[in-house]
DNA sequence: CGACTTCTTGAACGCCTAGTCAAGAAGTCG
DNA sequence: CGACTTCTTGACTAGGCGTTCAAGAAGTCG
């Protein structure tokens, strides 16, 4: 069935992608659609018709954020000996700061804002925040739970307990770092939090 | 030289704490002047009289905040040994979860919520949060040196770091305990982070 | 009492918001 | 070509927002 009508001018996919740097540094309430309208130059009515509302048009774009962000979550943990992963994992909030001196950048991280802006208020933004934050307990809990059997990582405490304390470490440092990151100390914490982990 | 005027019919303070409260749980843009008019039961003009414009009221509701936490976290570090206060300061958030499910109640940090919403496009709102975190680290810090010469807490790494990696666990489960707090999960990865401090 | 000061009240202001919609443009299909 | 469908454009709507302000109320002071 080939589709029919007049044809999208713009790249819907790209379009989003941009609409993502947007709400991510400057977060959905503080950034309008005319803001939108602006930056992406397609008009609203364009905008109305390929997302929706601006609700959904925010949670698609955090969507594909973590869609992202779980590719490089996994990507870096499928290693042995597994540590190193971890900690690139860690410090990937202080390595975006460092992109963020040079231009005008994105902050923390998006799931993070979200959960700070629209939770637990937004019932549907609740669930992508949680399905997040239970994806990435799985993914490191796994990871951990094999370098625990190769006695890489101690097994004092359960694979999900060392995942959801990681989880506690990466959103607060991606929160606090918003506030401006000391990176001697950032690294500092991140190696003690690694070393604590190793058998 | 003695007040002259009419006497205003509200107590500033606790006016002050109620809105604390409502722009705790609310967040700031969330939460309107009609919002805080009804809620108060003080009129627009009033408040405007009292806090000055909205900015500036939800600054001093988020510094009273600090105020009062921090007080807290001093007379919970005050003991020895350390660890036990510290992990009552590392639990609270989910006493804090208890609270909520009884009514309708603030979540997650004051400080990590503005830090999310308005930092750091907020230059005032991001110095009142990057002082309330250097304030946090600090005391952290000066009572894990304590802790450590009295050989209760390892001195594998610094004081400092150990302080800095502690400040995100809180920030970090304050933040994702909004999206619904998993209390053994939670407690389990605190006691690992307890843990990995001994000696 | 009358002058002065501050607080209260709620209407009003101007602005910005998210969202809608009608008219026209640009394609496909028979 | 003409029918049909979808996308584009930007003016428009309705409502909510933070903020202001004038008029009156409630005190103090001489």
Sequence with gaps: MARTGRPREFDREQTLERALELFWSRGYGATSIQDLVDAL???????????????????????????????????????????????EILTHPVRLDELISDRGVPQGCLVGNTTAELVPQDSEATEVVARSYRRFTDIVAGALRRAQAAGEVTDTCSPEAQAQLLLYIVQGLSLVSRAGLDKTAAL?????AVDGLRA
Tied chains: 1, 2.
Excluded: C, M, N
């Design 41 to 87: 130059a397609v008009e609203r009515g364009s905008l109305y018709g390929a997302f929706g509302d601006k609700r959904r048009f925010y949670l698609e774009a955090v969507r594909l954020y973590w869609q992202v962000y779980e590719r490089h979550l996994v990507s870096a943990l499928d290693t042995s000996p597994l540590l190193p992963g971890l900690r």
């Design 188 to 192: 500092a914490a991140i190696d003690a």
